[in-house]
């Protein structure tokens, strides 16, 4: 059996279309400490991230994603956040018709340790 059979062929076209996930994202989790919700527009062929938080970290500000796409054309991107007292990276992979993030958040100042999560959103719009 080849692996093509069994992994899929990786798309030939350059471009990945984002245009089916743009809109408004909520986190499933209503308790999250994290991200409570994400918008993902386009400017300029860029695809930016508006991402808002919980408590003082409600509103993340705005960063530009990297899109991938896998061998069998699902979409994924990562993004990374640089806050004031947090620094967080994101792995982002669509599963179901949902992103599943899993967010690498690093203290600044040491002040509690190194945290991972992993959420999962849905569409609203």
């Keep these: 059996m080849e692996r093509n059979e069994i992994y899929g062929n990786q798309p030939q076209d350059n471009a990945i279309d984002f245009t ?16 409570e919700k994400f918008i993902l527009t386009k400017h300029n062929e860029q695809i930016i991230m508006h991402a808002y938080g919980t408590e003082s970290l409600k509103d993340w500000g705005e960063t530009e994603v990297t899109p991938f796409v896998d061998n069998i054309n699902e979409k994924a991107f990562s993004a990374k956040f640089d806050r004031d007292s947090v620094e967080s990276l994101l792995a982002a992979n669509m599963n179901k018709g949902l992103w599943v993030i899993a967010a690498f958040h690093k203290f600044k100042d040491g002040s509690q340790p190194n945290f991972l999560c992993r959420e999962f959103y849905y569409q609203v719009d």
């Design 20 to 35: 089916p996930f743009l809109g408004t994202w909520i986190n499933s989790n209503t308790k999250t400490k994290w991200i």
